[in-house]
């Protein structure tokens, strides 16, 4: 018999509840225990370019948090730079997430883990936006200054 999701997190020192993810049509599957990191909205180019989407909704988890339960095999892999490693299903197209190896990061979309109780927090590459979003949550013209941004914030 398997273990459940969460006694296997707790195996690998992820504390917290398990949230079920997977990709659109269902191949790929994952979870995330614990808190994320970070929630938030990005405005940028390259997440609307890839996402085909005015906006990407974002949770930013340690790479232990993240567990692919099935169909591992059937993910691929794009990384246009080092800074991200783009992941989605191969059958269906459905995007999973995207790994950010230099800041220990793994971007977990949103929309992937509808059960999770998603809370933004902060608006970053607002600068770059194409979709103005006036929800009085703080809006950073680029990242924050402990991932390498600015830290100046912008008017909705
Ligand atoms: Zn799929
Ligand atoms: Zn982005």
Known sequence: MEASGST?????????KTYDGSCFCGAVKFTV????????????ESCRHWSA???????????????????ADRI????????SYRKWCKTCGGH??????????????????????????????YQETKLHLKDGLPKLKDLPKEMGGSGASLPE
């Open 33 to 44: 225990t614990g808190e994320p990191a970070a929630m938030g909205y990005c405005h940028c």
């Open 96 to 125: 999973l997430f995207t790994e950010h190896p230099m800041w220990g990061l793994v971007d977990v979309y949103a929309a992937v883990i509808p059960d999770f109780p998603y809370r933004a927090g902060v608006h970053v590459n």
């Open 8 to 16: 296997q997190a707790a195996a690998r020192g992820v504390e917290g």
């Open 76 to 83: 691929g892999t794009y990384n246009k730079t080092p800074k």
């Open 53 to 71: 989407g005015p906006v990407n909704a974002f949770s930013l988890w340690k790479p232990e948090a993240v567990r692919v339960t099935q169909g």
